[in-house]
């Protein structure tokens, strides 16, 4: 994984009240809140974020979003804006997850609005991109991929792409208990890697890291990590329990 430094990162989507929310934290920051030679970063619910962020200050861990509205502020029922976030606490926000564009109708274009919010607001967007299981098996999981990226990232310079972080998660692999195998997840990110080299420049295709989501675990973590181009992980369910999170960001 070159010399970029790894990334855990955990989306708790919607699990977890306040008060679970706050268990889990005060459990992460025993167990990795003084790691520094990872990043280690989790998004709780937004109801959440309050206390996690209260109980992750003076740790290592940083605070997410799982996604914003691309406005800062305004009339917007049951959004979230970028400001928001900040004042929560956040440094980063996930953007495009497969189950919001399966369920909530986040397109491309819509994603190309967030990003450009998320850092119009001082927040590094994790972008997440991945075919279907239809799509792999018709032989266009690259397409779909390369298309999500080009699309998603239109108009940004290379500075912006630079600040930026891409998690490839084939949902097929996403809370299955299939993951990709590591030749096929390194395949995709190396395809990524070789569009954001053609597209904005070798030094900010060797810059920007390419994490790999989909039923990651403490089991998997090391092989995926072994790989050229894979340089962290998006981890859902393994990551709502401390010890299974924990083991992640540990997997030296
Ligand atoms: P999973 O989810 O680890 O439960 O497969 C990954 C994700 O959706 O980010």
């Known amino acids: 994984m070159a010399d970029r430094k790894p990334f855990i990162a955990g989306n708790w989507k919607m699990y977890k009240t306040g008060p679970q929310a706050a268990e889990l934290a005060s459990r992460l920051k025993s167990l990795v809140g003084d790691i520094t030679d990872v990043d280690v970063m989790v998004a709780p619910p937004f109801t959440a974020l309050g206390v996690v962020g209260e109980i992750l200050q003076g740790s290592a861990i940083h605070l997410g979003g799982q996604d ?12 979230i804006s970028a400001p928001m976030l ?44 991945g075919e279907s299981e239809a799509e792999r098996e018709s032989g266009q999981t690259f397409s779909v991929v390369q298309k999500q990226l080009e699309e998603g990232l239109e108009g940004f310079s290379s500075d912006e792409i630079q600040k930026m972080t891409v998690a490839y998660e084939p949902v097929w692999a996403i809370g299955t208990g299939k993951t990709a195998t590591t030749d096929q997840a390194q395949e995709v990110h190396e395809s990524i890697r070789g569009r954001m080299e053609t597209a904005y420049g070798n030094s900010v295709a060797k810059a920007v890291r390419i994490l790999y989501g989909g039923s990651v675990k403490p089991e998997n973590i090391g092989d995926l990590m072994a790989m050229a181009d894979i340089d962290g992980a998006l981890v859902g369910g393994a990551s709502l329990d401390g010890d299974s999170f924990a083991g992640i960001v540990r997997y030296k």
């Open 68 to 79: 914003l509205f691309w406005e800062a502020e305004g009339a917007y029922t049951g959004q």
């Open 86 to 129: 900040k004042a929560a606490g956040c440094s980063h926000v996930i953007i495009g997850h497969s189950e919001r564009r399966q369920y909530f109708g986040e397109t491309n274009e819509t994603v190309n609005r967030k990003i450009r919010a998320a850092l119009l607001g001082g927040l590094i967007p994790v972008l997440c991109i």
